[in-house]
Nanobody
Framework: QVQLVESGGGLAQAGGSLRLSCVTS????????MGWYRQAPGQQREMVAY???????VYADSVKGRFTISRDNPRNTVYLQMDNLEPEDTGVYYC?????????WGQGIQVTVSS
């Protein structure tokens, strides 16, 4: 059974930092893409940051220069370092992993940024 488990969310003040982690089990995503999405209340889920195994990283324009995605393949973990947080970053953050045409999702973790 494939599982993606997020951790590290919570409450932060504007200008602060949080680091999200996503540990995978049941499959190796070393050769697949992994990334982070988020969903704010009343809005659609959007891509925040993404990294494939061989190519570069992609970021949403709204987080460029503030968020950094990284992967530790031996530990089956993907991270999202979030700096200079803004209230607009509030939402549920989901870890995503792709193997072929199949998407796998974590259960989501809440991030709340207060002004």
């Amino acid at each position: 059974q494939v599982q993606l488990v997020e951790s590290g969310g919570g409450l932060a003040q504007a200008g602060g930092s949080l680091r999200l982690s996503c540990v995978t089990s049941g499959a190796r995503f070393s050769f697949g893409g992994m990334g982070w999405y988020r969903q704010a209340p009343g809005q659609q889920r959007e891509m925040v940051a993404y990294k494939t195994s061989i190519s570069g990283k992609v970021y949403a324009d709204s987080v460029k220069g503030r968020f950094t995605i990284s992967r530790d393949n031996p530990r089956n973990t993907v991270y999202l370092q979030m700096d200079n947080l803004e209230p607009e970053d509030t939402g549920v953050y989901y870890c995503n992993g792709k193997l072929g045409r199949t998407d796998y999702w974590g259960q989501g973790i809440q991030v709340t940024v207060s002004s």
